[in-house]
């Protein structure tokens, strides 16, 4: 059967902006709905996928205590989800992916630490804007340091 567009133009090959996910299916048609789609996606896609995926468990990772259990949970909750998600892509256990995907669990997890840093910077700057800080503020927060070497 011959795909056409609005125009009449043949949409049936797959070398259009959809060729990087093989087998994406036809929304007008219903063929690929139900998760066929994501049988056949590309390992740089996987690999993408798992990144973000990993990014909200390095947010929560770098707010708690280092080898704490909820450490251990931001960092290995991930792991059966992103096993899912390889088997759900068709890439199976092949050897050659595991560095590119250890890789890209690991840049995850850094990039959720890197964005959790970030606000808290970002939080601690633009709170003292908001709070309107003086010298007191400032004094009791340091145990009247500045007076000390004022006086000197």
């Known amino acids: 059967m011959v795909m056409a567009d609005q ?4 949409v049936t ?9 093989k ?7 219903g063929e690929g709905i139900g998760g066929e789609w994501l049988m056949h996606l590309s390992v740089p ?6 990144v973000g995926l990993n990014v909200p468990f390095g947010y929560w990772r770098a707010r708690v205590h280092r080898f704490s259990k909820a450490c251990f949970l931001a960092v290995h909750l991930p792991v059966p989800l992103v096993v899912a998600l390889r088997m759900a892509a068709g890439l199976g256990w092949r050897l050659s992916t595991f560095p590119i995907f250890v890789g890209a669990f690991c840049l995850g997890q850094w990039l959720g630490g890197l964005v959790h840093h970030a606000a808290k910077v970002r939080g ?19 145990g009247g340091e500045e007076d000390s070497h004022a006086r000197g």
């Open 7 to 10: 125009f009449g133009r043949d």
């Open 13 to 21: 090959d797959t070398a259009g902006p959809r060729a990087w996910i």
């Open 45 to 50: 896609v996987t690999a993408a996928l798992v």
């Open 23 to 29: 087998g994406a299916g036809d929304v007008a048609t």
């Open 124 to 142: 601690r700057t633009e709170g003292s804007h908001k709070r309107g800080r003086n010298d007191s503020s400032m004094e009791e927060e340091h």
